[in-house]
Structures are given as structure tokens and as C-alpha cells.
């Protein structure tokens, strides 16, 4: 596979589940992102890793956990969602430089539903 | 405060009829402007980056250029294909340090035939 993929792409859960999102990338980045896109509203960046580190949260309820394990793959754990978590989460990566434009290249989404 | 916002929310065009879609943005460290296009269901396509001002990139039938306060996406002769949601983003480098990338609402353009 090329690019950037996400698995699953549709996901419903109750509020009490645990579930977890995955992301893959074929590009050789070395940063990875994971946004939420609801309806109407612009992309709302959750986290970025850069070469497996944190380098950014902005605010998100601990609810929602990511991780790293490696530069290729990224996860978001759920648990304990609330309906308005409902969402398309996207996952992006990026070649990560610190200087310069660093364009971004999405995956599919994960639609979520939750219920 | 950074801002990115993009004019208008919806675009309603006849197949053929040319028109230009707004990205205006207040942010302090420019480092690069970004469109894309997102199709219902899916993930956001990268179509261009802007470094600075003056700047131009065309692909087929769209054309992106820059100023140093907006930048239009111009579409030229357009089809029912390019129906679409068209996202700007805009990388920015704050006084306070790092970087950040700030999207833009989009724009929902439709073409009929």
C-alpha cells in the first residue's frame, strides 16, 4: 500500500467501550498527526509526533490516547466517549522538518459514532 | 489572535463558469500556505503550497496565487468533478516559538452540468 492508511474506517461504539484507531504510513515521514473534523467546523489538530515524541497537545480530554511506537504508525485509544466525540478523526504525516512549509498528507478518516 | 478564514462558505457554479475562492489569514511567521481538496467521506488531498508573496502554482484547470494577507484559488472553466470541499491551512511560526498549522473552515463548491 502507498500513502497514508487508517483503520477501521467506520466505527461505532457505546460510551463505556474501549476501542482504538490506527494509522500506517508508506511515505518515510517522520512526523504524524492525528485531527478531529466535525461537521461545518475546521480541522482541529489533537496531537503531533515528531521521529516517536509528543510535541504538541492542544487540550484534548484524556479520553482520547495516543501513541507512537514507531515512525510508520501512529494510535488513538478511545474509551469512555461521549456523543459528541462523534466525528471523521484524520490521521496525516509529513516529512517533519523543523524549518519550512512541511506539507501534510491525509489518510482516508476513521468515521466514529458514537452512541 | 491567527485566523484563517475562507470565503465563501458554499460556491454554486454552472460547468464552465469561472470563479476564484478566498483564503484570507492573519498570522504572524508566514511559512507556507496550503490547499487542498476534500471529497465527502474523505480525507483532505494536498494540491499546493505557497511560500510568499507573489507567488503562483497551476494544476489543470485551478490556479493558486498569494499575497501577503489573502490567497485565492482561481478555477477556471470548471467541470462537475470539481465538486468538492476546498480547504486552506496556513503554516505559521509564532513570536513565542515552534510552529503551527491553522486550517481554514473551507469552501463547498458545486458545479452543475
Known amino acids: 500500500e502507498t500513502g497514508v492508511t487508517q483503520t477501521p474506517r467506520h466505527l461505532v461504539m457505546g460510551m463505556t467501550n474501549k476501542k482504538s484507531l490506527k494509522c500506517e504510513q508508506h511515505l518515510g515521514h517522520n512526523a504524524m498527526y492525528w485531527y478531529k473534523q466535525s461537521a461545518k467546523k475546521p480541522l482541529e489538530l489533537m496531537f503531533v509526533?515528531?521521529?516517536?515524541?509528543?510535541?504538541e497537545n492542544n487540550s484534548v480530554p484524556s479520553r482520547f490516547s495516543p501513541e507512537c511506537p514507531n515512525s510508520s504508525h501512529l494510535f488513538l485509544h478511545l474509551h469512555t466517549l461521549q456523543p459528541e466525540d462523534s466525528a471523521l478523526y484524520l490521521c496525516?504525516?509529513?516529512?517533519?522538518?523543523?524549518?519550512?512549509?512541511?506539507?501534510?498528507?491525509f489518510g482516508p478518516g476513521t468515521r466514529l459514532t458514537v452512541l | 489572535e491567527d485566523q484563517v478564514t475562507q470565503s465563501p462558505e458554499a460556491l454554486r457554479l454552472q460547468e464552465g463558469e469561472s470563479s476564484s475562492l478566498n483564503c484570507s489569514y492573519t498570522v504572524s511567521g508566514l511559512r507556507g500556505l496550503f490547499w487542498y481538496r476534500q471529497d465527502p467521506g474523505k480525507g483532505p488531498e494536498f494540491l499546493f503550497t505557497l511560500y510568499s508573496a507573489g507567488e503562483e502554482k497551476e494544476k489543470e484547470r485551478l490556479k493558486a496565487t498569494l499575497t501577503k494577507k489573502e490567497s485565492f484559488l482561481h478555477i477556471t472553466a470548471p467541470k462537475p468533478e470539481d465538486s468538492a470541499t476546498y480547504l486552506c491551512?496556513?503554516?505559521?511560526?509564532?513570536?513565542?516559538?515552534?510552529?503551527?498549522?491553522?486550517f481554514g473552515a473551507g469552501t463547498r463548491l458545486f458545479v452543475k452540468a
Open positions: 496525516a504525516s509529513s516529512q517533519g522538518g523543523l524549518a519550512g512549509a512541511d506539507t501534510q498528507y
Open positions: 509526533y515528531s521521529l516517536e515524541e509528543r510535541v
Open positions: 491551512a496556513v503554516r505559521a511560526e509564532p513570536l513565542t516559538g515552534g510552529f503551527k498549522t491553522i
